[in-house]
């Protein structure tokens, strides 16, 4: 059974498939990012124009009008953003490398970073009906790993335990509302457990992935095991749980994680699949939670969100599905589920005494039957009157004098 051996961070995602661009890389050079720490440049990726089926979920431009992250920063830790992405450009804040020290997070050898910043921020662009759920947040990239889990065996470079528990630690002091971590050990860590407490102390909200080896052990899955923290797992197109989503009482919320289209390094898009592309569509509600109703704290944010997630297949909390799936229109828009207390029943109507209706219908009788016998008599007077008038009038009666 595979786990993440002690210290090591692991980019919870399971399948990465960019959209290759044939084009040769010679005459792209121009717009590819430079990135000289990689030790691999990532592939080269195509813009692609197709409606994402997580975006037909939550129809993104339904939301803008109301809320769009305006205000707020999201610190994506992973392996680094691509800032000169078309749908990224302006929205990357100068980050950390803890890979390598001289970097400012704006170097992704694998990708990973760059497709999960985009799920939270992608603007609009022509052409590409891709874009973000919070497409007016800020992305604080923190490079902390290179390292992903393909067919149970761990690639790449990533740093030590200590040094993602300092990472945490670093965005919280730099002003991160929402920590998007999209990353996991498989060991509990008393640094990074202290951090992730720092963090909520500091009131940020923090959201993780709870990993990828559903079918391989289901081991607990840190940050997201820890109390306080988010944890999200992956649905697919058809609303159920992906087979590689883990479970258990970590599970709060489930997103869409397979199949997911995002921004790729290069200016293109890709393909993934994983509880890492989860996490930030969960972080990007947060986001939007936080810029509308800035008098929440993160807690009250946490809440609202696992309040307000529409119903899953196992019933309305399970270790599959947590509390269900997430629902950004709702946790914005949603107060009555967890804001305001349900309103006080309805204080009935004094119920009559057993007599009075009877006394009432009683009453109600005796005055029809004066009314006509009332309206018959008048009726017969002047009928009375108008036969003695015509009498007299035929027999020439005047007034007396």
């Known amino acids: 059974m595979p786990r993440g051996r002690a210290g090591l961070l692991i980019l919870g995602a399971l399948l990465a498939v960019p959209v290759v661009d044939p ?30 089926w997580s975006q037909q979920r939550y129809a993104p431009d339904r939301l803008v009008p109301l809320a769009a992250g305006t205000g707020v920063t999201v610190a994506v830790i992973d392996s680094g953003v691509d800032a000169r992405h078309p749908q990224l450009r302006g929205k990357v804040v100068r980050g950390a490398d803890f890979l390598d020290p001289s970097g400012d997070g704006a170097t992704d050898c694998v990708g990973h970073g760059t497709a999960v910043a985009s799920i939270i921020a992608a603007e609009a662009r022509r052409g590409v009906q891709f874009r973000g759920l919070a497409p007016r947040a800020r992305i604080l990239p ?26 945490i630690r670093w965005a919280v002091d730099r002003g991160a509302d929402v920590l998007n971590l999209s990353v996991v050990l498989y060991e509990d860590d008393p640094a990074v457990r202290s951090a992730v407490r720092y963090a909520l102390d500091r009131d940020v909200v923090v959201v993780a992935a709870v990993g990828n080896l559903h079918d391989n052990g289901n081991p607990a899955p840190y940050p997201a095991a820890y109390p306080g923290v988010l944890g999200v797992g992956a649905i697919g197109p058809d609303g159920a749980r992906a087979p590689f989503s883990q479970v258990g009482s970590y599970v709060d919320v489930v997103a869409p994680g397979s199949d997911v289209l995002a921004a790729a390094p290069g200016g293109g898009h890709g393909r993934h699949s994983g509880t890492s592309y989860a996490v930030p569509f969960v972080s990007a509600t947060a986001a939007l939670v936080r810029g509308y109703r800035p008098d929440l704290s993160a807690a009250e944010v946490v809440r609202r969100i696992i309040a307000t997630a529409d119903p899953a297949p196992a019933g309305s909390r399970s270790h599959e599905y947590g509390s269900g799936v997430v629902n950004p229109y709702r946790a914005v828009t949603d107060t ?7 309103p006080p029943a309805p204080t009935p109507a004094a119920l009559p005494e057993p007599a009075v209706p009877a006394d ?18 008048i009726a017969g007077a002047v009928a009375l009157a108008a036969r003695v008038l015509t009498r007299g009038a035929r027999r020439r009666w005047r007034p007396a004098a």
Request: glycine fraction near 6%; hydrophobic fraction near 45%; include cysteine.
């Open 23 to 52: 084009t040769p890389a010679s005459a792209v050079r121009a717009v590819t990012l430079s990135v000289p720490a990689c030790h691999s440049r990532p592939a080269l990726s195509r813009p692609v124009a197709d409606l994402p």
């Open 360 to 377: 009432q219908e009683r009453r109600a009788r005796e005055m029809s039957l004066w009314v006509a016998a009332a309206g018959g008599g």
């Open 142 to 167: 923190v490079r902390v790993s290179e390292q992903w889990m393909i067919n149970g065996r761990e690639v790449g470079r990533t740093v030590t335990a200590a040094e993602f528990a300092r990472a």
């Open 336 to 342: 009555a589920a967890v804001d305001r207390p349900p």
